[in-house]
């Protein structure tokens, strides 16, 4: 399930060409759930691209610095050591 949530959000729709309508303070947050596909790979030359996919075909791609995912491998294996989640 793809849960997105816009905020300040309007756009304009003429001929098949959308363009933004109104000042630059659009926000999104976007959630999947029941997430069936993970995957890890390289993104140009300094990022690390991480894909995840539910079975209804939604998927989500997160672009982090090495630095970001050093710190999300140290939150995982904090998790690992600290929460039941794991058990």
């Given at each position: 399930m793809l849960a997105l949530t816009l905020e300040e959000f309007m756009l304009e729709l003429n001929d098949g060409a959308i363009k933004n309508i109104g000042p630059n303070n659009k926000e999104a947050t976007v959630k999947l759930f029941d997430v069936d596909g993970t995957e890890a790979r390289e993104f140009g030359d300094k990022r690390v691209?991480?894909?995840?996919?539910?079975?209804?075909?939604?998927?989500?791609?997160?672009?982090?610095?090495?630095?970001?995912?050093?710190?999300?491998?140290?939150?995982?294996?904090?998790?690992?050591?600290?929460?039941?989640?794991f058990e």
């Open positions: 691209k991480l894909v995840f996919d539910d079975e209804d075909g939604n998927e989500v791609q997160v672009s982090l610095f090495p630095e970001d995912v050093e710190k999300l491998v140290g939150d995982i294996e904090e998790l690992q050591e600290n929460s039941a989640v």
